[in-house]
């Protein structure tokens, strides 16, 4: 299939309204790369095509950052030069307890995408049955095929999914625009920025945790993903034949998920 962009208003089941922007494309169209971090526009400029990635979180001392897990090729992004953070693990350390997250990849032998459940790490003598990771970046599991009565009840859903240990790090309700990642039933990848009813006020403007469950839902996902959001989220696309940079704010972001060039010159931009 050939890469497609979207730009909808959706109205979930709730009777929430969002304005999405979204990429659909097939698996091996995509990598993950360091991002530019100086400004928003700059990270437009790059002539990227795609969302910010996943989660970058405190550690339990308070000093610095650990990220997400973020995979290129079989690489870590600690291994790539341009990345200001580094990191290879895919947990965020609470003191002495590791919670892993999940991680949506693609295979570059099978050439199609799958889904990795709390994974701590992946390196390429550990790598959990996937031995050609062509790319792969974690986050929190959105449960796309389950059906919750409410908000409540997925919440319940999702913390005891994660054995409760992340309720000190993710703010699961809290309305802020957000990114996500999904593998939709016919294997195409899907990738959304969601933002709020005004999209440049990325806080107590977007949608929570449920609200993207819901979205993941509605575009037919098997397996979904929530990456990072809050005043990182931002997505650049092609508008009039010229780049496009929508963001919420200038938050510096450390990692990308884009369409591979030669596949954002054979896109589809549907702004209808």
């Known amino acids: 299939m050939s890469a497609k ?3 909808r208003q959706v109205t979930l089941t709730n009777g929430n309204v969002f304005n999405t922007k979204f990429y659909i494309a097939d698996p091996m169209d995509f990598c993950v790369e360091p991002a530019p971090t100086d400004t928003s526009i700059s990270w437009a400029n790059a002539g990227a095509f795609g969302t910010n990635a996943s989660f970058f979180m405190q550690q339990s001392s308070g ?3 650990m990220t997400a897990l973020h995979i290129f090729r079989n690489k870590n992004m600690a291994e790539y030069s341009g990345n200001a953070e580094g990191g290879n693990q895919n947990c965020a350390e609470v003191g002495n307890d590791q919670t892993a997250m999940d991680i949506i990849y693609c295979n570059g032998t099978t050439k199609k995408a799958g889904l990795l459940e709390k994974t701590a790490e ?3 003598s550990n790598n959990h049955g996937v031995s050609n990771m062509e790319w792969g970046i974690g986050g929190i599991n959105v449960l796309p095929t389950n059906t919750y009565v409410n908000e409540s009840t997925f919440l319940t859903a999702v913390k005891q999914y994660y054995n409760n240990k992340l309720n000190s ?5 809290t ?3 957000r990114t996500a990642i999904g593998i939709r039933s016919d294997g195409s990848i899907i990738l959304v920025a969601v933002f709020g009813p005004n999209i440049n006020v990325p806080l107590n403007n977007g949608p929570t945790m449920y609200d993207i469950h819901l979205l993941m839902k509605y575009f037919g996902c098997t397996k979904a993903l929530c990456l990072d959001g ?3 989220t931002r997505i650049s696309y092609k508008e009039n034949g010229t780049l496009k940079g ?3 704010g200038q938050r510096t972001v450390y990692c990308r998920i884009r369409l591979l060039v030669n596949v954002a010159n054979e896109c589809t931009w549907d702004l209808s």
């Open 169 to 173: 790090l993710i703010q699961f309700d």
């Open 122 to 124: 992946w390196t390429p």
């Open 63 to 65: 000093k610095g950052f």
């Open 230 to 232: 809050s005043s990182c």
């Open 175 to 177: 309305k802020t625009s």
């Open 246 to 248: 929508k963001d919420a």
């Open 5 to 7: 962009f979207y730009q």
